[in-house]
């Protein structure tokens, strides 16, 4: 055997397989065929023009160099000033680490507060890097799950109670939640947050589409007593202000954890790109009509998608008053096909041969963390941010047609 080998470790750490779906959608489409992109949280919307300027400013005014591996002053300034306010908190600018996107918000938490062993709760279905830097950092995974009620997702309080136990520590919410679309209800996230105080748990409140809401109010666990000496918020400027490209976020709580987060960017980035950090702090202060347009745009597809998704005989399309996602109930159309549900291959078979005939790309609910065997329902995720109305139209026509046949 070769004394060149790959670390071991790396067998524990996964990935977000949808990215995979996005490669078997450009192989279809290079062979001359048209996609209908339904899989990925990426969005076809542009960034807001006086953001775009206010980096090319900063770029230009020569803010190219390093900079603090916890951001500019006046960016960890801006996000402690607007997360205080719309989350009814009193964060200053030493409660925030800017970070280069969401994500990394994810593996430098459990790093920091994660022993190996410690068992961590976690949504799943759910976004699948929480499943992986659980495992690669040692930890026990310990998913809950989603069930419909009244006809909509709504996380699972008995599967909360079923898979915790004595190892665990961390809390991972994610309350107006991807894939689902499931919206944190107050009184489920004041359940969770007794719980968190009862067993002293950390908690990380993963909050990308805290404002990609249609109606009613966002609700976190933040709200609940005893929730901001144990809560780090991941904050990110992907979906609100159409920058997944940018990479551009933060985490933001109390100084113990936020300052050896900022310790962790020091030894892996050093620090955030420069000029974008003055983006972030035009898209908090700045003219706000163009988060207004994205999320308008968003509506608009939202109404035509759902409403011709219901229209397809055998899909039911739980309501959803958050995030671009549309977690979709295909069990019908899925028999009819003479599929197996309990098997992996006949999912990707459907998901795949559904791409061949309709050029309709979705990932299927192995792309959101391990399932479980026996459950009951199959379902697609569909995501409306990178498709315009009329090419969804078109795409989910082509859908009817061949999931009726
Ligand atoms: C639930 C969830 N958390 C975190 C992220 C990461 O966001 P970012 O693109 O800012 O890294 C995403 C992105 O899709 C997400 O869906």
Not at 315 to 326: G, I, N, R
């Amino acid at each position: 055997m070769s004394a060149r080998r790959i670390a071991s470790r790396i067998d524990n750490l996964g990935t977000e397989t949808a990215f995979a779906v996005s490669g078997d959608a450009a192989a279809w489409m290079a062979k001359g065929n048209r996609v209908f992109p339904f899989h990925l949280g990426d969005m076809n919307i542009r960034t807001p023009l006086n953001i775009i300027e206010a980096a090319n400013r900063a770029a230009v005014d020569g803010h190219t160099g390093y900079n603090p591996a916890a951001g500019i002053p006046a960016l960890r300034d801006a996000l402690a000033e607007a997360v205080s306010r719309d989350r009814g908190q009193n964060y200053s600018a030493a409660n925030v680490s800017v970070q280069s996107g969401g994500k990394p918000v994810i593996g430098k938490f459990l790093n920091t507060v994660m022993e190996q062993g410690d068992g961590v709760l976690y949504p799943n279905p759910g976004y699948p890097i929480y499943e992986s830097q659980v495992e690669y950092l040692g930890g026990r995974t310990q998913p809950y799950t989603y069930v419909v009620e009244d006809g909509r997702f709504r996380f699972d309080r008995e599967s909360v109670v079923a898979a915790l136990d004595d190892t665990t520590r961390v809390l991972i919410v994610n309350a107006q939640h991807n894939p689902t679309g499931a919206d944190a209800d107050p009184s489920d996230m004041e359940w969770l947050a007794g719980l968190a105080v009862e067993r002293d748990l950390w908690v990380l409140s993963d909050d990308p589409y805290i404002d990609i809401r249609y109606d009613g109010t966002s609700h976190t666990i933040l709200e609940h007593d005893g929730m901001a000496e144990r809560t780090v918020i991941l904050y990110t400027f992907s979906k609100k202000y159409a920058m997944t490209g940018w990479r551009l976020g933060a985490a933001i709580g109390p100084e113990s954890v936020v300052d050896v987060i900022t310790k962790i960017n020091t030894n892996d980035e050093s620090c955030t790109n420069h000029f974008v950090q003055y983006a972030g702090v035009e898209a908090l202060q700045g003219d706000q009509s163009g988060s207004a347009n994205i999320l308008e745009t968003l509506r608009g597809r939202r109404e035509l998608i759902v409403d011709r998704l219901n229209g397809i005989d055998g899909v039911s399309v739980p309501e959803s008053a958050a995030t671009f996602y549309l977690f979709v109930d295909v069990t019908d159309v899925y028999k009819r096909m003479g599929l197996d549900p309990d098997s992996e291959d006949d999912v990707q078979k459907f998901r795949v041969s559904t791409m061949h005939e309709t050029g309709v790309s979705f990932c299927s609910r192995s792309h959101f963390g391990r399932g479980t065997a026996g459950e009951p329902r199959v379902y697609v995720r569909f995501a409306y941010s990178g498709i315009d109305v009329a090419d969804a139209e078109e795409g989910l026509a082509q859908l009817k047609a061949y999931w009726e046949r």
